[in-house]
């Protein structure tokens, strides 16, 4: 085994990777956001800014495999660290102790890691991997206009906000962005950034409804 792959799969390794993966699944984020919002301009704003990415023919396919690989680098990295620190907690009373202080988003990233991941399956196949003949907006309107679909919806969007409101915060203290003084005002940041992102999602119920 190379020496490189010795340091990406050790601990630290690991969390890096989370880091990296996570940054670029979050940029991916703000610009899915940022795009589902023509929405609230109108139907014709936003079919044209779908037509707009179909323009860019094989650029659309490339992306998405590395969004793809990306994706599941983060949930393989995400796993292996879950269970290893379960491993390392050892017992009921370890697990425990080593939870104080911790955030709803900490404590249950996994959970809704794994929420995500189901929203994700079915947000492509009723929304992404559908006749493309059709307006974009005319299929977004038909999903959500089921009840139950836009109730799960809603419930993977707070499950998205809790995951990244950690996940953010995590991520500045993987790379040392640490200080007593600046903490707090961090994590209004993330808390912020998560509220916005979110907002953006629910508020196309809300359009659409």
């Not at 609230?40 to 094989?58: D, I, V």
């Not at 911790?102 to 929203?119: D, E, N, V």
């Not at 707090?184 to 999602?201: D, H, N, Q, W, Y």
Request: charged share 10%; aromatic share 14%; proline share 3%.
């Amino acid at each position: 085994m190379s020496d490189f792959l010795q340091r990406a799969l050790s601990s630290l390794g690991r969390k890096y990777i989370m880091a990296v993966t996570g940054a670029l699944l979050g940029i991916f984020l703000l610009v899915h956001a940022v795009g589902n919002s023509f929405i609230f301009q109108g139907k014709a704003a936003f079919n044209a800014y779908a037509e707009h990415l179909h323009s860019l023919g094989p650029l659309i396919p490339v992306a998405e495999l590395i969004l793809l690989i990306i994706f599941l680098v983060h949930i393989f990295i995400g796993i292996s660290l879950f269970l290893k620190n379960q491993e390392a907690a050892g017992n009921k009373y370890a697990v425990k102790s080593s939870a104080g202080g911790k955030t709803w988003g900490s404590r249950t990233m996994p959970w809704t890691g794994l929420t995500i991941l189901a929203f994700l399956f079915l947000h492509l196949f009723t929304v992404r991997f559908v006749d493309q003949t059709l307006p974009i907006a005319d299929v977004v309107y038909r999903v959500l206009g089921n009840p139950l679909y836009t109730l799960f919806y809603l419930f993977g969007i707070a499950a998205l906000a809790l995951h990244i409101s950690h996940g953010f915060w995590s991520l500045l203290q993987t790379w040392g962005v640490h200080h007593p003084q600046y903490n707090v005002l961090m994590r209004i940041g993330a808390c912020v950034l998560t509220a916005l992102v979110s907002l953006v999602f629910f508020a196309v119920i809300v359009v659409l409804w």
